[in-house]
């Protein structure tokens, strides 16, 4: 594909992901998916490239602006060649290697950036050949300039310059700034890819597992937070292999993990799963304790309940059994439960998944406080409904996929503050039971805060809950 093609595909698909209101990747992939005549090359430096741009959305806005100033054109295009210059300059790292992507792509021809940049820019007329010289050393300089900044302040707690420079909205800043988290850190760790985590189902497969890798070349290593995980070091497809199909394990991030273990039935238990969703956390309990006596995977979503049902096909599980929630009234609820209460009760609990910005870089910039608020209303109105199947002496454990204090601790201590049939319960001997790693929790913290530049997961919080009378 020439590279005049390449920009314009990867502008095209940029523009429409940038104004969907679904999941970025679900957009991409697809997109990908209908365009049959770009190649495996291709595919890879339009996927790395619109990722790049979106991690960085802010900061690529800023200098872009600046770089074609008084330039009236594409100005998705404007954002892709603002990324190359940028990551070309190699100061900062950005996950994202255009010379080397395009090297792949054209393997015959001299990598040059600034050349490939030009000679666009010149024939499409966007710039005059006679400006060419100037424009170059005006960006170089710009790039200098941007560089210095972004290098000073990621230290500092000035939200507008995280903001500017870190593509972190400033009241996200403020929010985790509050709450004592390291900002500018955080901003930049949410700029790096996530890394793929593979979940073994069970001691007897890991050895198989990593078979199965090393077999296909695929570096990894083991986690330092969960058991029978392993963290794959560069991206690969493994989701077609026999192991996959033959359940040896799932995908599934380390933070994920954790929230199974914070619920960590007993033998002979009930549970409910009530926001199941596509069932990861449901099939990792049931993994977890194999002797669980039942286990309930309820969500108001048919269409992931549908995915999990059909994903339940791939196991031999018995205790496990779905359930669509046609209601969120609590009466409604309990005649479909035929007024059964639950040993443990899993929330995890619908939320603005600020935590996986990492794989869904927009959602930094869709989401506002407005909606945090909002959110923050269902979630107590979810766990005030939910905590009512929990039996005396059972365990309630609530978690999101977020790094808001709205949607985590606050809900948790206002739930706790209103329903006093509830108290915290000890999170740390529950690791420690399961062989894991406290996290410097403190020994009678019952909740857990997950950061990807603190513990390279997403973002994650869960706190466990017992009911008392």
């Keep these: 594909m020439l590279f005049d093609s390449l920009i314009k595909n990867t502008s095209e698909i940029l523009k429409i992901i940038y104004k969907s209101s679904q999941s970025s990747d679900i957009v991409l992939s697809n997109l990908l998916r209908e365009k049959k005549y770009i190649g495996s090359k291709e595919r890879q430096f339009i996927s790395e490239t619109i990722f790049s741009i979106f991690r960085n959305y802010t900061f690529i806005n800023n200098i872009s602006e600046i770089i074609f100033e008084n330039i009236n054109n ?29 090297a792949r792509i054209y393997p015959n021809k001299s990598i040059d950036i600034y050349e490939f940049i030009i000679d ?107 058991p029978n995980c392993i963290i794959l070091r560069k991206r690969a497809k493994i989701d077609d292999t026999d192991e996959y199909k033959s359940a040896l ?88 439960f035929k007024n059964k209460q639950f040993d443990y009760v899993l929330l995890d609990a ?14 930094k910039f869709k989401i506002t406080p407005k909606i945090a608020n909002k959110m923050q209303l269902k979630q107590l109105e979810i766990i005030n409904t939910y905590s009512k199947f929990v039996k005396v002496g059972g365990v309630l454990v609530y978690a999101t996929c977020s790094i808001l204090s709205i949607e985590n601790i606050d809900v948790v201590n206002i739930f706790l503050n209103s329903n006093k049939n509830f108290v915290p319960d000890n999170l740390y001997n529950i690791f420690i039971q399961n062989g894991i790693k406290p996290f410097e929790m403190n020994c009678d913290s019952h909740y857990l805060e997950l950061y990807p530049h603190i513990h390279n997961t997403d973002g994650f919080f869960m706190a466990r809950m017992k009911r008392v009378k």
């Design 74 to 102: 594409n100005t998705y295009y404007q954002y892709i060649f603002s990324l190359l210059i940028f990551a070309n300059n190699k100061q900062i790292d950005f996950n994202y290697n255009p010379n080397e992507l395009l």
């Design 120 to 226: 666009y820019l010149t024939k499409n007329n966007i710039i005059e050949s006679k400006d060419v010289v100037q424009w170059t050393e005006k960006t170089k300089i710009i790039i200098d300039n941007f560089t210095e900044k972004y290098k000073n302040e990621i230290n500092t707690n000035n939200c507008d310059n995280i903001s500017n420079l870190y593509s972190l909205p400033a009241w996200i800043c403020d929010n985790l700034k509050s709450n004592g988290i390291a900002s500018g850190q955080l901003a930049v760790s949410l700029n790096k890819p996530a890394s793929v985590c593979i979940r073994v189902v069970d001691n007897n497969s890991v050895f198989a597992v990593k078979q199965m890798l090393e077999n296909k070349g695929i570096p990894f290593t083991d986690s330092k937070l969960v």
């Design 249 to 336: 394990f799932e995908i599934q991030d380390e933070g994920s993990q954790l929230i199974s273990y914070a619920l960590s039935p007993q033998n002979n238990s009930t549970v409910l799963d009530a926001c199941a969703g596509a069932g990861g956390k449901t099939l990792h309990i049931s993994d977890i304790n194999v002797n669980i006596k039942e286990i309930i995977a309820s969500d108001n979503n048919f269409l992931r309940l549908k995915e999990f049902t059909k994903r339940l096909n791939r196991y031999d599980k018995k205790n496990i059994s779905t359930l669509f929630i046609k209601s969120m009234n609590y009466n409604d609820i309990n005649k479909q």
């Design 350 to 363: 619908p939320c603005t998944g600020l935590g996986t910005a990492r794989r869904d870089p927009l959602k």
